[in-house]
């Protein structure tokens, strides 16, 4: 696992937008997995600002989502689809038919897990899925206790992870209960995953993932276990690990032909 800390939250959009950048250079027809919430958010703008400039193109590119609230009404704002569609794709030029996401809607749902799971395999897997991280060590929606192994299923969202996404919704009773989630096996097949946190609220399950034993009691700690993984933290969110000067030196002396 690599450990990248920069400064501050605005850091990390360039940072790992130069990632992305890099495999779609040498692959166009990359399959990205990509992430809702705040913490993509920077890695999306600065993306949307070198699409701009002329600097990336997604023409080519397929995308899947990481995980999906099931009850929302389709097209609802806070959809991870939708949210994912208006925070990036409608920004670039990403077809939104390549942009694959589970059928939440479907009457049999697992079924419908069973179909996200062979689309990927179908796109040929996922090249670089960009991850957040809860405050109690989740990632996607793969709760604390998930299977270090699990696939993408609909599982139900613990109390605290329903009042953090409580401040999305106009009231917290309108955050749904179940959700659909790629596992964590699933996010462990793709080729590169890439983590991005900030603020001091992530500082524990930061500490918990990077330097913890791995357990489903802290979902992301299987990153560990994951052999192309890259952290990219701020200050704040990096406040509780141990070994924070050898993450810095590694990073400032890793070798230019190395990239992340
Ligand atoms: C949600 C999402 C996760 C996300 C996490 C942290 O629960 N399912 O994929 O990583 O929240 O979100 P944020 O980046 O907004 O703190």
Not at 39 to 57: K, M, Q, T, W
Not at 200 to 227: N, Y
Not at 238 to 257: D, K, M
């Amino acid at each position: 696992m690599d450990v990248v800390i920069v400064e501050s939250p605005a850091d990390i959009g360039p940072l790992v937008a130069s990632m992305v950048i890099g495999l779609l250079e040498r692959r166009p027809g990359s399959v990205l997995g990509l992430a809702a919430g705040d913490s993509p958010v920077p890695v999306y703008e600065s993306l949307i600002e070198a699409h701009r400039r002329g600097e990336v193109s997604f023409a080519e590119a397929s995308a899947v989502t990481l995980d999906e609230y099931v009850g929302l009404p389709p097209g609802h704002p806070q959809s991870y689809r939708q949210v994912i569609i208006d925070d990036f794709v409608s920004h670039v030029d990403l077809p939104v038919s390549s942009l694959h996401t589970p059928d939440v809607h479907a009457a049999d749902l697992s079924a419908a897990c069973v179909e996200f799971e062979a689309q990927i395999g179908r796109l040929g897997g996922v090249d670089l899925q960009l991850l957040g991280i809860g405050a109690n060590g989740h990632i996607g929606f793969n709760e604390p206790s998930s299977s270090l192994a699990s696939r993408t299923r609909i599982t139900t969202l613990h109390p605290r992870t329903r009042g953090d996404n409580a401040r999305f919704f106009t009231s917290a009773a309108e955050v749904p209960y179940h959700v659909v989630t790629q596992g964590v096996g699933t996010v462990l097949d793709a080729r590169h995953a890439v983590l991005v946190a900030s603020g001091e609220h992530k500082r524990q399950a930061v500490a918990a993932m990077v330097e913890g034993p791995v357990t489903a009691f802290v979902p992301a700690s299987a990153l560990q276990l994951h052999p192309h993984a890259t952290v990219v933290i701020d200050e704040a969110s990096a406040a509780g690990l141990q070994l924070t000067e050898c993450y810095r030196f590694a990073h400032e002396h890793r070798p230019r032909w190395c990239q992340y």
